[in-house]
């Protein structure tokens, strides 16, 4: 099996898409091709080029890597990955067919997926930052619905992932998230109001 494109920074998700005895793996390149892999046989169920066939862009970089989750309820996986671009893009995974949705510039982290706020609804959570003269980052919730934004909280720019838990159990989830200026930050997911940050001593 050949790979067209160069894996540098991606983590690979495996699941069961197909409601079958076998998992599968879903990779992407640096380049925004979305691979998808079934482990029974070893062979390359679809591939799908997020800046060419989904939404053509001008020097795309894929850095972050995908998730996967049903997140409009429909019964089918989808999978997640974010660009530099600022374009998060979804794709069904039983056919490879997506869409993007433009939110900031240099998504680079995973998308973080969880019921923030109780709704029975998905919300999907990003870090960005622009690089520039006053570069700035966003903690961002999204509509799993529509892909508007739900809540941004602005501060130092960041490249992580986000992890999402009920990390005081108080019934409501904690996103928990690290950024370049060395501290890790702790936010309501609910309201995406500051609860705690620390600075991490080198």
Not at 24 to 29: A, L
Not at 75 to 87: E, H, N, R, S
């Amino acid at each position: 099996m050949e790979v067209f494109t160069p894996i540098y920074h991606s983590v690979p998700a495996i699941a069961n898409f197909y409601g079958d005895e076998s998992l599968e793996v879903v990779i992407s390149s640096w380049l925004g091709v979305v691979y998808l892999i079934e482990t029974k046989n070893m062979s390359l169920v679809w591939n799908e080029n997020a800046f060419v066939d989904v939404r053509p862009l001008n020097f795309p970089n894929a850095y972050g890597s995908v998730s996967a989750a049903d997140v409009n309820s429909d019964g089918v996986l989808d999978i997640l990955l974010g660009t530099d671009q600022g374009v998060l893009f979804f794709f069904k995974s039983d056919t490879g067919e997506g869409y993007g949705i433009d939110v900031v510039k240099k998504i680079r982290g995973t998308p973080a997926i969880a019921d923030l706020d109780g709704d029975g609804k998905f919300e999907i959570v990003v870090g960005a930052h622009d690089n520039g003269a006053s570069a700035s980052g966003k903690l961002l919730s999204l509509s799993s619905e529509n892909g508007g934004i739900e809540w941004q909280n602005e501060f130092s720019p960041t490249s992580s992932s986000a992890a999402i838990a009920d990390i005081d159990g108080d019934g409501v989830l904690e996103i928990v998230i690290g950024n370049e200026d060395g501290n890790i930050y702790c936010f309501d997911g609910k309201t995406g109001a500051l609860e705690w940050n620390i600075r991490l001593a080198t």
